[in-house]
């Protein structure tokens, strides 16, 4: 079946320049998250969103972040005013989140961000 | 605050021998924990994982083991294959104000050599 499907799979912007990324859940999946990877560092969360509860944001570094999740499947994550340190690669994962609590996370191949 | 940690940044194992990987944890309320490998340019794909009421979990040639009290956790690979060279992330999950989010390591490249 599909796995979780993110575009573009590499973004390269200007300092100061809003960036859109894009993530498609596993079909299905009730619970989607945002991660960044930055250069040498481990998987940072960002945001998660389960159905239609309030989105828990507290990842997310700064007000220039935002997410949305539209009709509980594809999300999209927004940067405005990029700067150099948010060169990271934008990783999104679900889960079913009804198969229990302790569900498993399957990751999307990410976007390559990169801030000049 | 690092709340997983893999101290190893890398490890190095000739092919057929074990590899085995080290992650320990500072949150006592994880009680769910999960590991990822990377290769370059993919996202992180699910291996293995174990929750906090069993002390070891099997799949193939992965085995992992948890030991609660000392906050451990390791990933033996049995026996080693060249193409088990990627990055391995440790990671964890738990209740409360923290459900939903996997925290996760800094990873440790595996690098088999044949």
């Known amino acids: 079946g599909a796995g979780v499907s993110q575009s573009p799979s590499n973004k390269v912007t200007e300092k100061g320049k809003d960036v859109e990324l894009r993530c498609d859940p596993i079909s299905g999946h009730t619970a989607l998250y945002w991660y960044r990877q930055s250069l040498g560092q481990g998987l940072e969360f960002l945001i998660y969103f389960q159905g239609n509860s309030a989105p828990d944001k507290s990842g997310l570094p700064s007000d220039r972040f935002s997410a949305e999740r539209t009709g509980g499947s594809v999300s999209t994550l927004t940067i405005q005013r990029t700067q150099q340190e948010d060169s990271a690669v934008y990783l999104c994962?679900?889960?079913?989140?009804?198969?229990?609590?302790?569900?498993?996370?399957?990751f999307g191949p990410g976007t390559r961000l990169l801030v000049l | 605050d690092q709340q997983v940690k893999q101290n190893s940044p890398s490890l190095s194992v000739q092919e057929g021998r074990i590899s085995i990987l080290n992650c320990d944890y500072t949150?006592?309320?994880?009680?769910?924990f999960l590991w990822y490998k990377k290769y370059p340019a993919e996202g992180p794909t699910f291996l293995i994982s174990?929750?906090?009421?069993?002390d070891k979990n099997e799949d193939g040639r992965f085995t992992v083991f948890l030991n609660k009290s000392a906050k451990h956790l390791s990933l033996h690979i049995v026996p080693s294959q060249p193409g088990d060279s990627a990055v391995y992330f440790c990671a964890a999950s738990g209740g409360g104000s923290t459900l939903g989010r996997l925290y996760f390591g800094r990873g440790t490249q595996l690098t088999v050599w044949p």
């Open positions: 994962a679900s889960s079913d989140r009804t198969s229990g609590r302790l569900e498993t996370q399957y």
């Open positions: 174990i929750s906090s009421i069993k």
């Open positions: 949150n006592s309320m994880f009680d769910y």
